[in-house]
């Protein structure tokens, strides 16, 4: 069965008693699925539109790539382009819950001063070493994803022999790291594609299961990632079927959260998933039952 997780949210009660679903917005021009496509006023408004009206509950909003091997962007640049995206959502979109994709402290607390609720940062705290104060001085939920290194390197420094193990206790230092700041709402992203072999992705979403032992919502981020496309040999733009059957798989392993560039595939995956769910694991198995003809 799937535990409900309460958050304080925008200082109001939002709850995921069933998976969801978080649609990615990019304002980016370098990004390696959507890079350049939400640069303007206009689209950037459509695509939040078409995130919120396919069914997603959050938008997650990012001003720097952060695929491997990506340059980083000034603090200043980052700030522009997200300060300008906030004011249109909220704007347009006065009660979208947003979520902003940084590892700067002073970026996340500029954004949530302008209208977002979440942060989801990449690094764990790892690359901004105020992050942690900084979110809980925010009383605002906090996506905690592994990483090994920045983007620039992070594929020149993958995990070691024990992957699992790893990424576990990565996350158990940082969640008492976070408790001791003051946050408490937090979200566990084991950070797919981030400093890890393409093995090693495979590896942990075969264990994803393992991440429900801190009790906090998972999100899964594998939308159209590498891990898919490398293995199909195939590229970025054809990776929907795939993200898809890794989708299904994330959510029957205990995904709460999906972020993906796919809105609507995503949430028609999770209401299948949740038509199964309903029959719980108490139920006989299908050899259990005898049949008559």
């Avoid at 009206?53 to 603090?75: C, F, K, M, N, Q």
């Avoid at 400093?195 to 594998?222: D, H, S, W």
């Avoid at 560039?261 to 038509?275: I, P, Q, S, T, Y």
Wanted: hydrophobic share 45%; glycine share 6%.
């Amino acid at each position: 069965m799937f535990r409900p997780f309460p958050m304080n949210v925008n200082a109001r009660l939002f709850s995921i008693a069933r998976p969801v679903v978080m649609g990615i917005l990019n304002v980016t021009d370098d990004s390696f699925f959507d890079g350049g496509r939400y640069v303007d006023d206009a689209a950037i408004v459509r695509r939040a539109e078409q995130i919120l009206s396919d069914g997603a509950a959050i938008i997650d909003l990012g001003a720097v790539s952060t695929r491997p091997g990506a340059a980083d962007v000034p603090e200043a640049e980052e700030w522009r382009r997200l300060e300008r995206a906030l004011s249109l959502i909220t704007k347009h979109f006065p009660d979208a819950v947003i979520s902003v994709d940084t590892w700067r402290s002073t970026v996340a607390e500029r954004s949530v001063n302008a209208g977002a609720a979440i942060v989801n940062d990449i690094s764990g705290g790892t690359f901004d070493p105020e992050m942690f104060a900084m979110v809980g001085r925010l009383h605002v939920p906090y996506v905690l994803t592994h990483t090994t290194a920045k983007p620039d390197r992070m594929q020149q420094q993958t995990l070691g022999d024990e992957p699992l193990a790893e990424v576990l206790r990565f996350f158990g230092e940082r969640i008492d790291a976070l408790k001791q700041a003051g946050c408490v709402d937090i979200i566990v992203d084991p950070g797919f594609g981030f400093g890890k072999t393409l093995e090693q992705n495979y590896l942990l979403m075969e264990n994803l299961p393992a991440f429900r032992i801190f009790g906090f919502p998972i999100l899964v981020g594998i939308s159209r990632k590498s891990m898919i496309y490398n293995l199909l040999k195939i590229n970025p733009q054809s990776a929907l079927n795939g993200t898809t059957v890794l989708n299904t798989v994330a959510l029957r392993k205990g995904a709460a959260i999906l972020r993906v560039h796919d809105v609507r595939e995503a949430v028609e995956a999770m209401k299948l998933c949740e038509a199964l769910s309903v029959h719980s694991p108490s139920q006989p198995a299908l050899d259990d039952f005898s049949y008559s003809l």
